[in-house]
């Protein structure tokens, strides 16, 4: 049987620590999508994390030449979405035993489908925030009319405080410098109008603060923005709001995305960022494919060498 971590990081491979109990259907999706994932990318090695059971069907569903790219770290309990977010961080959940191969080098990032709050929480505590960062966000890429979106908060927090908001702006921004490719991004702040003034106490302090920001690299502020611009990207390429009007918005785009047909959907999957560590977010009701399309994101981060870039953007506006 495979050993207990993953082969040591090589140019071009990806390691990736797997929450074998994260999901609703766990563990039957997860191990739908790990063999989904070793059967598209040959350089990708996956550290199962959870019950060995578990794992055993994923290595023995593999041909034996692929099987040295899976190995196991044992953990046999998992969060469930009924469970308080400070479960992630208990040492014997599969969450936090996968935050803790990364931060041990036994993998480079981490997947999972269990509650948001609980990954938070065990990312949080194995990888600290990031400095000036007081809440993580998670964010999640849509497709738009004028090219894709980057959302955020998606979920990771609930909090709606102008500083939460501004801290958010700033970690969007550098995302969409560092992985979506945009050089100079423009922000926009999610309200129910663009005039000034418009919305809540939250999101009017915070619509004067980004003001006179400065952001990363070349990124503008373009204003308070309405919620049509999730679908269009004509006035900017990432949208700021709160994790609650976040999530909400999120799961009603993409119940209207998955009645159209597109060529390139995007990932199923939100990354957790203002943390020093690569951890991908999968949907609860994630699929096998799903799945997949969340470790190919996890995998994609790291040989784009992304939290490096990103944090460089963090720290070095001017």
Known sequence: MPGASAPPSEPGTARIAVDLL???SAPAVVVDGALRSCRAD???HLLLVGPSEVADEIIHALPPNDRDRVSVRGARRGVAMADAPASGGRADTTVRAAAAAVVENHADAMVSAGPSGAIVTAAVLAFGRLPGIRRPALAAVLPAAHGPVLLLDVGASIEASPTTLVQHGLLGAAYAIAVMGLPAPRLGLLSIGTEPGKGDHPRRAADVALTGLALPGAARYAGLVEGY???T???A????TDGFTGNVLLKGVEGVLGTTALEEPPPRAGVLLGIGGTVVVCHGAATGADLASGIALAAD???RAAVAAFC??????S
């Open 22 to 24: 994260g999901g609703d």
């Open 42 to 44: 040959s350089d990708l």
């Open 229 to 231: 611009e999730v679908s």
């Open 233 to 235: 990207g004509e006035l």
């Open 237 to 240: 390429d990432v949208l700021v």
């Open 301 to 303: 981060l790291h040989r």
């Open 312 to 317: 460089d953007l963090i720290e070095g506006r």
